[in-house]
């Protein structure tokens, strides 16, 4: 079992992840993600190529910016490269907070930026996007804005906010990408050209579908080791959560000027 500690409030990390994802702020978020019209126009067969190419589009700048931030989160300041295409996770330096397992959060998560890189180029090359298409996309600030905030923390090295947030948002972000895979691959909806669920060039959604084991122990660690309070975790996880939403809204309505 692992080992757990508590606040000055008697909190453990776990008790607060519980804390936040019962904040009305949360709940209003998942209630706008659930009915969100990027989704219900996905599962009912009426998502335009325009929507579709535009969350590659908007999520290559978002991966390699994240997977700066998480670098530096892990210890990695030197990690800024422009693209992932070649990119290879450094070895850890850091040693993985107690309770969480063998593998840093952060480094545990910029693998997986690093991994799924390739993931997104081939979703993009279903609507003849290269690299070098994607990389010269016009992006919108309210896409951008999640990443951002991601830097913020960064630099900051608010490793304890960061976590939390991954605990609360990446589900949220699961969900909606679990949706929008049954929608792109259901097959009644052959307009999108995928055949199934399982389609190659639905890998880069698919993946990120995929719950992360044992998340919650690996941030209420971190939360833990950092000595950080509810009121410290409190804003970041509300602000990422609205930026989750901006960013569907953004796709929804892509830039094509």
């Not at 209420?220 to 989750?244: H, N, W």
Request: charge should be negative.
């Amino acid at each position: 079992m692992a080992q757990t500690t508590t606040t000055e409030t008697g909190e453990t990390g776990q008790d607060m992840l519980r804390r936040l994802r019962a904040e009305p702020f949360n709940r209003n978020t998942e209630k706008r993600l659930e009915s969100h019209p990027y989704l219900k126009s996905a599962e009912m067969g009426t998502l335009t190529p325009e929507q579709r190419q535009a969350l590659a589009q908007e999520q290559y700048f978002i991966q390699i910016s994240d997977a700066i931030s998480f670098a530096s989160l892990a210890g990695h300041s030197g990690f800024v490269p422009s693209s992932l295409k070649d990119a290879t996770t450094p070895d850890p330096v850091r040693t993985p907070a107690e309770g969480s397992g063998d593998v840093d959060l952060f480094q545990f998560l910029l693998g997986g930026e690093i991994y799924a890189f390739s993931l997104l180029l081939d979703y993009a090359k279903r609507f003849g996007l290269d690299e070098a298409s994607l990389s010269s996309y016009r992006t919108s600030a309210a896409a951008q804005a999640y990443p951002s905030y991601w830097a913020r923390l960064a630099i900051s090295g608010n490793r304890a906010a960061g976590a939390a947030a991954c605990a609360v948002n990446f589900p949220a972000w699961g969900k909606m990408c679990r949706r929008l895979c049954e929608a792109l691959g259901n097959t009644d909806n052959i307009c999108y050209g995928y055949a199934d669920t399982e389609d190659e060039g639905l890998a880069f959604v698919k993946f990120f579908s995929t719950p992360i084991e044992r998340l919650d122990e690996m941030a209420a660690a971190i939360i833990e080791e950092e000595g950080a309070s509810y009121e410290d975790l409190l804003e970041p996880v509300r602000l990422l959560q609205e930026y989750e939403v901006m960013f569907w809204d953004a796709v929804f309505e892509p830039n094509t000027k």
